[in-house]
């Protein structure tokens, strides 16, 4: 009896804990993640619902020593690209999930990224890049995502 509530309980869990990866390469031949997991989404335009975070998962491998990493998030929406602010949630080795900064080379890494939907932001489908750069600026691991703002829904 219980195992057939937990069952249920699975089954009829929210959409919003869905995962899915639906990222796709970046320009110039930079790094890709091994997997970006985006919470909510399961195929692409990913939902942004204004005033709320958005959570990713990505995990990468390093090609070489890495002292410090920074995440730059760029979006594109009607032709106008611009730096996507990320606050403190930009300083990437402050979310890495069982690892620290400095990494080594090879080494595996999971990431958690947090990018908050501010509610003044205009609904629009939107592509962004996600950038992650080490200490030089050089592009440690990068993607791209495509997604939709839309309102919230309380």
């Known amino acids: 009896m219980f195992r057939d509530f937990i069952l249920i309980a699975l089954v009829a869990m929210p959409a919003a804990l869905v995962y899915g990866d639906v990222h796709r390469p970046c ?3 930079r790094s890709q993640p091994t997997s970006v997991d985006i919470l909510g989404c ?3 335009p990913c939902e942004l619902v204004r005033g709320r975070d958005v959570i990713a998962d990505i995990d990468f491998t390093t090609d070489r020593t890495v002292q410090s990493m920074t995440t730059v ?5 009607l032709g106008v690209v611009t730096n996507y602010p990320l606050g403190v949630n930009a300083v990437t080795c402050n979310f890495l999930q069982g690892t620290s900064c400095p990494l080594s080379a090879t080494e595996d890494v999971s990431y958690r990224l947090t990018m908050p939907i501010l509610a003044i932001y205009p609904l629009v489908r939107v592509d962004i890049e996600i950038d992650v750069r080490d200490a030089n600026n050089n592009s440690v691991v990068c ?3 495509e997604a939709q703002v839309v309102a919230s829904n309380k």
């Open 73 to 77: 998030a760029t979006a594109t929406a």
């Open 143 to 145: 993607f791209q995502v």
């Open 27 to 29: 320009s110039g031949g």
């Open 42 to 44: 399961t195929s692409t």
